[in-house]
């Protein structure tokens, strides 16, 4: 809704519901309210401190348009945002936060975000630049010294980053041995999905990808799709 004026000016976006049209805004407010009637009425099954923590949130949401605004890093506050369900969803069962193990839960889904948002922002850079918005990867290409190829190693990090909290959290969740076997495989299953997001950076082509190339990018966010398929998303 916010940002239906700059969708339409960015090729990628143009065609989305809201920016080419095919919905109005009026619609759409209408669909947001329901899913937010939707969202609260499963927030409040949740236990108290669960219950604060999901509103506190919306804080976040709100703001998260506004951030190509006024910051070189909207990636990295989508993180922020996105990844707030990590937190949630410990909250959700324990009844508090553990900061041994959310804090680097939620710092690895920041990081994980930073990484792939970042490598999808690569297809708008020129649109960005036309429009005056601003871009993690428009900063990370600019401390590359202009070349999109450049940002591969910051890309790099931010995967190494997210690879390691991950599994730092899935490492400090045993600490304790106060857990039932439900609570251990949940634990078992952090360690493995810090694992799979290992693999993920290490094969998804983020290293081989000309990220100057939007077709590339493309490729590089479908994890290597073929030809066909990046045909039809065009």
């Not at 940002?3 to 095919?22: E, F, H």
């Not at 401190?49 to 890093?73: E, Q």
């Not at 410990?90 to 553990?98: K, M, N, S, T």
């Not at 251990?184 to 290293?207: C, F, P």
Request: glycine share 10%; net charge neutral.
């Amino acid at each position: 809704l916010w940002d239906r004026d700059i969708d339409a000016l960015v090729a990628r976006t143009r065609n989305r519901p809201i920016a080419s049209g095919a919905v109005s805004p009026t619609a759409a407010c209408v669909f947001l309210g329901v899913q937010l009637l939707a969202g609260l009425g499963i927030l409040l099954r949740l236990n108290d401190f669960s219950v604060a923590l999901g509103a506190s949130s919306l804080a976040l949401v709100a703001a998260y348009p506004a951030m190509k605004r006024v910051t070189n890093w909207p990636q990295a506050f989508l993180g922020l945002t996105f990844n707030w369900g990590a937190l949630l969803g410990y909250a959700a069962v324990h009844g508090q936060l553990d900061p041994m193990v959310c804090a680097p839960l939620y710092a690895s889904g920041v990081f994980w975000t930073l990484l792939y948002d970042t490598v999808y922002a690569h297809q708008d850079v020129a649109d960005d630049e036309n429009i005056g918005v601003k871009s993690t990867a428009l900063r990370l290409r600019e401390m590359a010294g202009g070349r999109a190829e450049g940002t591969k190693k910051y890309l790099a990090m931010f995967g190494a980053a997210s690879t390691a909290a991950v599994l730092f959290a899935g490492l400090m969740s045993f600490r304790s041995g106060n857990f039932n076997l439900s609570q251990k495989m949940m634990r078992y299953r952090v360690l493995a999905q810090g694992a799979t997001v290992g693999v993920m950076v290490a094969t998804s082509g983020v290293a081989f990808a000309d990220l100057g190339k939007l077709d590339q990018v493309w490729k590089n966010i479908t994890l290597g799709g073929s030809d066909d398929e990046e045909d039809g998303k065009k």
